[in-house]
């Protein structure tokens, strides 16, 4: 339970430089007042951040939720691996993408999900399946999945900081973030 810890005093020092981040310049041009005004901001935008960060994350991957329907055996596997490790079963979900891909997030142990891309579910066998929802259900029961999912609704936040180009010939809009603005 120790890494528990560390995971919890790891958010602690994020939200702290957040904190630093948005009062210290308040506080340095108005006072006490400044120092009011910075910390009711870096707490609003905390909680903004963790507002329905699950759905938000789910609309940015636009990501399907996977029925037991479709995956029974996935399902019993998970649930299994759940109850042995006392934490709430976490929701499937799942990438339309080619690519083996596969992770968790969720601000806490019972309100988590687990993403798998089309591509893992079809080029993996069960055992290996097995393995990798094992390494992600470890995950989840450590607390690694608080961290990934606060700074993914962060780094998702400074997504308007982003210059938005061009490209003539697939007129597509590519996002390129500036090194200065994510340091």
Known sequence: MNSVKNIYLNWLLFALYLAALFTLPI??????????????????????????????????????????????ELYHTLNEFSHRLNIATPGLKILKSE?????????????????ISEGLLNSMNRPQMIALLARELTAIWYGDTLLTTWLSRFFSSLEFLSFQTQNRRTSQSNKRYSFNWVV
């Open 27 to 72: 506080t340095i041009l108005g006072s006490y007042l400044g120092f009011v005004l910075g910390a009711t901001l870096s707490f609003l935008f905390l909680f903004s951040l963790a507002i329905k960060a699950d759905r938000k994350i789910e609309q940015k991957l636009k990501l399907e939720s996977l029925t037991v329907a479709e995956e029974p």
């Open 99 to 115: 690519a083996l891909t596969l992770g968790a997030y969720g601000l806490s142990r019972n309100n988590s999900y687990i993403i």
